[in-house]
């Protein structure tokens, strides 16, 4: 990592940002705006049944964003830290 011109090391750290900034962009959106109203954020458990489906969907859909994002970071870490130190190079 060192070795790299610094224009992509900061690709490298813009990736890393970006991704984190949709994890907790999703997060937000899933537990404070899209919050069942009356309801405390966090999981809905058993009250996923009184909810809209519309509501429900659009919780599904950002949880799906978050997902999709956390599994790219690990990816794109493993790949481009945790590797290359496992290899010695």
Not at 33 to 52: I, K, Q
Not at 63 to 72: K, L, M, N, S
Request: hydrophobic residues 55%; proline residues 6%; charged residues 15%.
């Amino acid at each position: 990592m060192k070795d790299l011109p610094l224009w992509l090391r900061l690709v490298h750290w813009a990736l890393i940002v970006f991704l984190v900034q949709n994890m907790v962009y999703g997060s937000y959106q899933i537990f404070v705006v899209l919050a069942p109203e009356g309801g405390a954020a966090g999981p809905l458990w058993g009250a996923a049944r009184d909810l809209p489906h519309e509501l429900l969907v659009a919780r599904r859909l950002y949880a799906i964003e978050v997902w999709i994002c956390a599994a790219g970071l690990a990816v794109y870490l493993g790949v481009t830290e945790v590797l290359p130190r496992r290899l010695g190079s």
